[in-house]
């Protein structure tokens, strides 16, 4: 079935460092593909969204380009700050008759002054 | 600004024992979710509701779960007769609609369930 596969964490990163997470999915259709993030005590926020090969998702100075070629959707930032320090996670909604999301497991950002 | 909302936000419950997890999603939203996550493991889809009945379920949601909205405001989630393995982070969620283009889902900040 679908699959989301993400980097394990935590990732530490000092401030204004560059910043990849890694996501990788499997999906026998068209999935659209999401980045959500969590921060400490919240629930899930919707960070970015990409809905076919080749879109760029961008919010927050945060990046994602989904790759059809390599199945990933890898989140990018050029310059992090310590309040974007949270969990981090790739999704895929499979398509069609379906709105459930197929989530990875999270990667914990920790960026230090 | 509209935010889901969940109670309550630890729950402690001994083996064998209903537990009831509530979620009051944003008002003008159609479809309503529940995830779970096992410490250390994926967000995993449950269920998904809309216009009062299950429009789809996972593995997962078997005879001993139940979705309901009781009143029009809340949604709960009823797990009959818990189990160690229940253990995990729910996670509500609500959509403005379902299926086709994929829109956002709103995630409640979660409740914690440990079965003892």
């Known amino acids: 079935g679908d699959s989301v596969t993400q980097m394990e964490g935590p990732v530490t990163l000092s401030e204004e460092a560059f910043l990849t997470i890694n996501c990788t999915y499997t999906?026998?259709?068209?999935?659209?593909l999401f980045w959500y993030v969590q921060y400490p005590g919240e629930g899930l926020q919707l960070l970015l969204k990409?809905?076919?090969?080749?879109d760029k998702g961008s919010n927050k100075g945060f990046e994602a380009t989904y790759r059809k070629e390599t199945t990933s959707f890898h989140l990018e930032k050029g310059s992090v700050q310590v309040s974007d320090s949270a969990v981090y996670f790739c999704a895929l909604s499979p398509g069609g008759a379906t709105n459930k999301l197929i989530f990875g497991t999270g990667t914990l950002l920790a960026v230090q002054p | 600004e509209p935010e889901v909302t969940q109670t309550p936000s630890h729950q402690v419950t001994q083996m064998g024992q209903e537990v009831i997890l509530r979620c009051v999603p944003i008002s003008n939203h159609l479809y309503f979710y529940w995830y779970r996550q096992i410490l250390g493991q994926k967000v995993e889809f449950l269920v998904s509701f809309y216009n009062n009945e299950i429009s789809e379920k996972s593995e997962i949601f078997d005879d001993q779960f139940s979705v309901e909205r009781p009143d029009g405001s809340n949604f709960t989630l009823k797990i009959r007769s818990t189990k160690l393995e229940d253990s995990a982070m729910y996670f509500c969620?609500?959509?403005?609609?379902?299926?086709?283009?994929?829109?956002?889902?709103?995630f409640g900040p979660g409740t914690r369930l440990t079965v003892t």
């Open positions: 990409a809905t076919k090969a080749d």
């Open positions: 999906a026998t259709g068209y999935p659209s």
């Open positions: 969620a609500s959509s403005e609609a379902g299926s086709g283009i994929p829109y956002e889902q709103y």
